[in-house]
């Protein structure tokens, strides 16, 4: 799943935080970072600040119902909970 222009990183991450699965970061070698981390996403979170919002990011979400609660997230812009 590739999202753009992220403007609400940290509910994001909150969202991210609940999920059942594992929700990864993939880079464009192919790396993967655990996203349910709260190391990897502070160092996301640091990338974030130098535009105001994440370009582009790609995600590996293992649960189906996990990828759901993300996509409600993007269209509304607020967390699912």
Do not use: H, W
Not at 1 to 14: D, K, P, Y
Not at 29 to 53: C, H, T, V
Request: charged letters at 25%; aromatic letters at 8%.
């Amino acid at each position: 799943m590739t999202l753009e222009n992220v403007s609400n990183v940290v509910g994001l991450f909150n969202v991210i935080s609940s999920c059942r699965g594992n929700v990864e970061l993939v880079s464009k070698e192919g790396d993967r970072i655990n996203l349910k981390s709260r190391l990897a996403q502070y160092l996301a979170l640091a990338g974030a600040f130098s535009e105001g919002y994440v370009r582009t990011l790609e995600l590996y979400i293992e649960e189906p119902e996990d990828k759901e609660k993300i996509m409600q997230f993007v269209v509304s812009g607020e967390s699912t909970e």
